[in-house]
């Protein structure tokens, strides 16, 4: 069973421009969620995607777009970056059913991007 | 909203100890989930144990055991006899019900936990 992997691992970018960020979620997950984590904070909710659409949006600015393909993997897309957008990019991958409290979310290592 | 509350930055525990890392959340929702995640410095974080909100026994997954207390709204983790490797940031989080759309997990602040030889 393959787990959760992102890429790049690291990315410097400058104040700006523009960054895409990749995920492939677990084998058999149909559900991406990405968070943001600043340095010393816990795990911001981005946004999640589910069957290729938007599912929930954490409180991040329209300049914070995602896709997620058919075969569940996704990119985290940012556009005009900003020196706060300098964070551990997170995502997770899950396997939605339609009822219940469902399954864990399962992490993947993570994007360090660094702005300047 | 939910809201996840870690009050302890960090701590300092000796080898082979038993210790206990704080977290009381804030809800509105009736059903819910209690998520305990390890994040070492390489930063994955990894899925440690999950509680129910309905569920009647508290969880334990080896020598992981959440101290669940509904009334108060706490959900303590446990970990027994820790080793070395125990040293990370441990994240308390919530999720609400998917019935209710709230499919985001809300993650507290974190505890960083060092375990001392």
């Known amino acids: 069973e393959t787990g959760v992997t992102q890429s790049p691992t690291h990315l410097i970018k400058t104040r700006g421009q523009q960054v895409t960020l990749r995920c492939s979620s677990q084998?058999?997950?149909?559900?991406v969620s990405w968070y943001q984590q600043a340095l010393g904070q816990g795990p911001q909710f981005i946004f999640q995607?589910?069957?290729?659409?938007?599912?929930g949006r954490g409180n991040f600015p329209p300049r914070f777009s995602g896709l997620q393909f058919p075969n569940y993997s996704s990119e985290l897309n940012v556009n005009a970056l900003e020196l706060d957008d300098s964070a551990l990019y997170l995502c997770?991958?899950?396997?939605?059913?339609?009822?219940?409290?469902?399954?864990?979310?399962?992490f993947g290592p993570g994007t360090r991007l660094t702005v300047l | 909203a939910q809201k996840i509350t870690q009050t302890q930055p960090g701590m300092f525990v000796q080898e082979k100890e038993a210790v206990t890392l704080d977290c009381t959340y804030d809800?509105?929702?009736?059903?819910?989930?209690l998520f305990w995640y390890k994040q070492p410095s390489s930063g994955e974080m990894i899925f440690l144990i999950y509680?129910?909100?309905?569920?009647?026994q508290n969880a334990t997954e080896g020598r992981y055991s959440l101290n669940f207390q509904k009334a108060r709204k706490s959900a303590n983790l446990v970990i027994s006899a820790s080793q070395l490797g125990d040293s990370a940031m441990y994240f308390c989080?919530?999720?609400?019900?998917?019935?209710?759309?709230?499919?985001?997990?809300?993650f507290g602040t974190g505890t960083r936990l060092t375990i001392i030889p």
């Open positions: 997770a991958s899950s396997f939605r059913v339609t009822r219940g409290e469902g399954n864990e979310q399962f």
């Open positions: 084998s058999g997950h149909n559900t």
């Open positions: 995607y589910y069957r290729e659409e938007e599912n």
């Open positions: 809800t509105s929702d009736p059903s819910y989930g």
């Open positions: 509680q129910g909100s309905y569920d009647q």
């Open positions: 989080a919530m999720r609400g019900h998917r019935l209710f759309g709230n499919e985001k997990l809300t």
